[in-house]
């Protein structure tokens, strides 16, 4: 079935240090989405990116989608505490039924 | 504007029970998922209702799962015999639908443990 590969799975950063995780599927996608869920608590939606080479930022969260919509990043600019958590990226399966399949998830830690 | 609600928000039970999660979504939202989520890993469906109706069931256990959203508002998902395997988090999610942009809300999960 369709799938997304996410990647790193783990990143542990100094505060103040830049982030960036990657989703990467081997076919087009019609659009992805990020959500971040905090260490014990539920996924919460960021963004969803619909249109090739698409770039979206939310302060110091930067969401780009590639040309040939196959992959995306989210990237955090000098990262804060609050930041810590897993950061998922989902896709619509083929049929865009409204079904959302998650990649692995990049978990950040920021040590202050 | 509340959020997803859920209950439990824990249950511990043994092997061979049964146990029962419920969740009201956001009002106004037809679309309603239940999601597994393991430790580690991304959520994943289990079953997603359009109003009442449950248009996609593939991925749910159907020997020993099952849920319902009877009035097209609130749902309910069982399972019964539980395993040690069924050990996880149960999030609930809903959304406009389609048609309405792709952003669901999840509520604050059932964290079950088997033992």
């Known amino acids: 079935g369709q799938q997304v590969m996410q990647i790193p799975q783990y990143q542990h950063v100094q505060e103040g240090e830049d982030f960036t995780t990657y989703c990467n599927s081997s076919?087009?996608?019609?659009?992805i989405q990020w959500y971040k869920q905090r260490p014990g608590g539920h996924p919460v939606f960021l963004i969803q990116?619909?249109?090739?080479?698409e770039v979206k930022k939310q302060k110091r969260l930067t969401f780009q989608f590639g040309e040939a919509k196959k992959n995306s990043s989210l990237h955090i600019t000098a990262t804060q505490t609050t930041d810590v958590g897993t950061y998922f990226c989902?896709?619509?399966?083929?049929?865009?039924?409204?079904?959302?399949?998650f990649g692995q998830g990049t978990t950040l830690q920021v040590k202050p | 504007e509340a959020g997803v609600v859920q209950s439990p928000r824990y249950k511990i039970i043994e092997k061979k029970q049964p146990v029962a999660f419920w969740c009201n979504p956001i009002?106004?939202?037809?679309?309603l998922y239940w999601y597994l989520q393991n430790l580690g890993q991304g959520p994943e469906l289990l079953i997603r209702?359009?109003?009442?109706?449950?248009?996609?069931d593939s991925q749910l256990p159907k020997d020993r799962f099952s849920a319902e959203r009877l009035k097209g508002v609130d749902s309910t998902l069982k399972i019964q015999p539980a395993e040690l395997g069924d050990s996880a988090v149960y999030l609930c999610?809903?959304?406009?639908?389609?048609?309405?942009?792709?952003?669901?809300?999840f509520g604050p999960g059932t964290r079950l443990t088997v033992t």
């Open positions: 999610a809903s959304s406009l639908g389609l048609g309405h942009g792709g952003e669901q809300y």
């Open positions: 989902a896709i619509t399966g083929s049929s865009n039924t409204g079904k959302l399949i």
């Open positions: 990116l619909v249109k090739s080479g």
């Open positions: 209702y359009e109003n009442e109706e449950a248009v996609d």
């Open positions: 076919t087009t996608l019609s659009n």
């Open positions: 009002s106004g939202h037809n679309t």
